[in-house]
């Protein structure tokens, strides 16, 4: 796609979000089965449920705007589930392995909360106040959900790791 306008380039993170959405959704049942401890594994699980609706809202978003969800495949999501996935294998189950899941769920947590807030701010300028409003809502979950990834390894899992 020529990107020319500030609504090309809307559909543009549009798509690669709605890409971005359906690989997590293809990794996080590989991270709950990795997970060692229950409350990550419910955590991931509960992830899971939370993107899937991530994926339809934005499907919502597409449709209201005209625009097709499906593009090219987002490449910097790929790149960070590879990494995961290196982590997964290198690891053995165990509270480092755990630590080393937040880290890179909430790596992939920041590259959607970015992402995001960039849609929702086109959104925005283009007066698509309805669209902005559905993408502000995922952007509040997916804050929500860096938040509870980084208090269960604060309470819990690093300093389990460190006794390891």
Do not use: W
Not at 52 to 66: A, F, I, M, S
Not at 85 to 101: H, P, Q
């Amino acid at each position: 796609m020529h990107v020319d306008s500030l609504r090309k380039l809307l559909a543009h993170e549009l798509q690669d979000l709605h890409s971005a959405e359906q690989q997590i959704i293809e990794l996080l049942p590989e991270m709950v089965s990795a997970a060692h401890d229950s409350d990550l594994k419910q955590a991931f699980t509960d992830h899971l449920s939370q993107s899937r609706t991530h994926l339809k809202r934005l499907e919502q978003v597409c449709d209201k705007l005209g625009i097709s969800p499906e593009g090219e495949p987002c490449r910097g999501m790929e790149g960070l589930i590879e990494e995961g996935r290196m982590m997964i294998k290198d690891s053995e189950a165990s509270a480092v392995r755990d630590a080393a899941l937040i880290s890179s769920a909430q790596r992939i947590e920041h590259y959607e909360i970015a992402a995001y807030g960039v849609a929702r701010t086109f959104a925005e300028k283009l007066d698509q106040i309805a669209a902005a409003d559905l993408l502000q809502e995922t952007l509040n979950e997916e804050g929500m959900t860096d938040q509870h990834l980084t208090r269960l390894a604060l309470r819990k899992i690093n300093a389990e790791a460190v006794a390891v």
